[in-house]
Nanobody, 119 residues
Framework: QVQLAESGGGLVQPGGSLKLSCAAS????????MNWYRQAPGKQRELVAS????????EYAESVKGRFTISRVNLNNTVYLQMNSLKPEDTAVYYC????????????WGQGTLVTVSS
């Protein structure tokens, strides 16, 4: 089974940038739509961005459109989330998620990486 490992979280000032990475453990990565979710303290987990296995088709939450960019490199089994113009309300644990393109109930989660936006 595919396993996911996120990296790249940390502390950043408002207006700054961070790039998250999520590496999958095997080549089955290409059979999954990849998603980034986040969960802020006291709030429900929300979908931030998605990218299909064609490496092109993306979707974003309204709150991050124009600031965040999701990308993936199937050859490297890796998905990224470039986050620019960060705001304090972007503070959350960010989770990488893989959802199988055929069996949509089959999904895998990473362990999460904390992003803190604060001055």
């Amino acid at each position: 089974q595919v396993q996911l490992a996120e990296s790249g979280g940390g502390l950043v000032q408002p207006g700054g940038s961070l790039k998250l990475s999520c590496a999958a453990s095997e080549d089955a990565f290409v059979h999954y739509t990849m998603n980034w979710y986040r969960q802020a303290p006291g709030k429900q987990r929300e979908l931030v961005a998605s990218i299909r296995n064609d490496e092109v088709t993306t979707e974003y939450a309204e709150s991050v459109k124009g600031r965040f960019t999701i990308s993936r490199v199937n050859l490297n089994n890796t998905v990224y989330l470039q986050m620019n113009s960060l705001k304090p309300e972007d503070t959350a644990v960010y989770y990488c998620n893989a959802r199988h393109i055929l069996v949509r109930t089959h999904e895998i989660w990473g362990q999460g990486t904390l992003v803190t936006v604060s001055s």
